[in-house]
């Protein structure tokens, strides 16, 4: 079946640091990957996607590329904020899985001053 | 333009109770997701509906059923309630233009959290 590994955190990094979160991945196929952030007290934001092979997602300053020969969708940034804490959630759908996703365990993140 | 709307947004039953949550997509949304987060098993799918009908099913017991309205707004029952039901139930919605919903993406609400005592 389908799974999702991520780095555990939390993570904690001084702002204007460089942050890596891994996330590698298990499927048959060839799967949309995702990363979605949550914020306290709040649902699941989609952060960015890649669908096909050598995409590259991008969005407020993070990135992931799909590299399907390592079956990998790290997330990077070059220089975070503190109002980049929140916790970070790879995750990927199956072809023709529909809005099945499959997540990881989620890394939290901590940008401090 | 609202987004996902889920109600209520806290709830606390006793085991054995049964309980109903609901959702409200984003107007033109027709597919409407759901799933369970918890601190132990992370996010886990529950089941997905698109036009009042149940396309896709996750991994969880009868106890948990959901429906889908005319309107696409739908609601969750968990019936007989256990401790281990205590969660955030977090409800998603799509576009799923053409039904090919794989490709859209999910804009979820804040969610319900439920303590079952």
């Known amino acids: 079946g389908n799974s999702v590994t991520q780095m555990e955190g939390p993570v904690t990094l001084s702002e204007e640091a460089f942050l890596t979160i891994n996330c590698t991945y298990t499927a048959t196929g060839y799967p949309s990957l995702f990363w979605y952030v949550q914020y306290p007290g709040e649902g699941l934001q989609l952060l960015l996607k890649a669908t096909k092979a050598d995409d590259k997602g991008s969005n407020k300053g993070f990135e992931a590329t799909y590299r399907k020969e390592t079956t990998s969708f790290h997330l990077e940034k070059g220089s975070v904020q503190v109002s980049d804490s929140a916790v970070y959630f790879c995750a990927l759908s199956s072809t023709g899985g529909g809005n099945k996703l499959t997540f990881g365990t989620g890394t939290q993140l901590k940008v401090e001053l | 333009k609202a987004g996902v709307t889920q109600t209520p947004r806290y709830l606390i039953k006793t085991r054995g109770q049964q309980v109903t949550l609901s959702c409200s997509p984003i107007s033109g949304h027709r597919s409407v997701s759901w799933y369970q987060q918890t601190p132990g098993q992370g996010l886990q799918f529950l089941f997905e509906?698109?036009?009042?009908?149940?396309?896709n099913k996750g991994n969880f017991p009868g106890r948990f059923s959901g429906r889908q309205f005319s309107n696409s707004r739908s609601e969750m029952n968990v019936s007989t309630l256990e401790l281990g039901d205590s969660a955030l139930y977090l409800c998603?919605?799509?576009?799923?233009?053409?039904?090919?919903?794989?490709?859209?993406?999910?804009?979820f609400g804040n969610g319900t959290r439920l303590t079952v005592t």
């Open positions: 509906y698109f036009s009042e009908t149940q396309r």
């Open positions: 998603a919605s799509s576009l799923a233009v053409g039904g090919q919903s794989y490709n859209s993406p999910l804009h």
